[in-house]
């Protein structure tokens, strides 16, 4: 296991509160080397603007530098390590959407916008076909009288009330209903 990285207190616009301590475990340890690698990637930035404005005369101007990149090779050999044990997923567009300098936050909303989207549109069947449903169930009824009887019993499907026949569900509740 290797050992905990001090870091920096978050940036303002950061996702994790000053408070909040990483999570325990194996995904706190690598939240911790991940933010610790931002700061020796920060580091080694400084570092090669205030040499490249040094004079190039001086000896041993560069030992900062390789230190630095040492630092930040130490932690990408430290994060490869930890990676082998993790088995957490990430959809390959998040990482696209990384490469690409675009908020992964984007990606989220418009997936949820899409679900909510499709949500509405087959919320829109089932009410069509429900109402085809008893349309038919009633022309049925007054054109065979003697089916009445079943068709009511049909329409309940298993028992359930007809409010809860069809529709989206969570955790057994029809969702939108009072």
Same mark, same amino acid.
């Given at each position: 296991?290797?050992?905990?990285?001090?870091?920096?207190?978050?940036?303002? @616009?950061?996702?994790?509160?000053?408070?909040?301590?990483?999570?325990?475990?194996? /995904?706190? @340890?690598?939240?911790?080397?991940?933010?610790?690698?931002?700061?020796?990637?920060?580091?080694?930035?400084?570092?090669?603007?205030?040499?490249?404005?040094?004079?190039?005369?001086?000896?041993?101007?560069?030992?900062?530098?390789?230190?630095?990149?040492?630092?930040?090779?130490?932690?990408?050999?430290?994060?490869?390590?930890?990676?082998?044990?993790?088995?957490?997923?990430?959809?390959?567009?998040?990482?696209?959407?990384?490469?690409?300098?675009?908020?992964?936050?984007?990606?989220?909303?418009?997936?949820?916008?899409?679900?909510?989207?499709?949500?509405?549109?087959?919320?829109?069947?089932?009410?069509?076909?429900?109402?085809?449903?008893?349309?038919?169930?009633?022309?049925?009824? /007054?054109?065979?009288?003697?089916?009445?009887?079943?068709?009511?019993?049909?329409?309940?499907?298993?028992?359930?009330?007809?409010?809860?026949?069809?529709?989206?569900?969570?955790?057994?509740?029809?969702?939108?209903?009072?």
């Amino acid at each position: 296991m290797p050992p905990r990285v001090t870091v920096p207190p978050p940036a303002p @616009d950061s996702p994790r509160s000053s408070q909040s301590p990483p999570p325990v475990g194996l /995904q706190g @340890d690598l939240e911790l080397e991940l933010m610790g690698l931002a700061n020796a990637l920060y580091n080694l930035g400084t570092t090669v603007v205030n040499d490249s404005t040094k004079e190039k005369d001086k000896p041993g101007g560069g030992k900062q530098v390789g230190l630095r990149v040492n630092e930040v090779i130490g932690h990408l050999s430290t994060i490869d390590g930890m990676s082998q044990h993790v088995q957490t997923k990430i959809p390959m567009q998040i990482l696209v959407d990384i490469d690409n300098g675009r908020n992964p936050m984007h990606l989220t909303k418009d997936r949820l916008e899409r679900a909510a989207t499709e949500n509405q549109f087959m919320n829109g069947k089932i009410t069509a076909l429900e109402s085809y449903r008893s349309m038919l169930d009633e022309a049925l009824a /007054q054109t065979f009288p003697e089916l009445a009887s079943q068709l009511s019993a049909h329409s309940s499907q298993a028992g359930l009330p007809e409010s809860q026949s069809a529709g989206p569900y969570m955790n057994g509740e029809r969702i939108g209903s009072t």
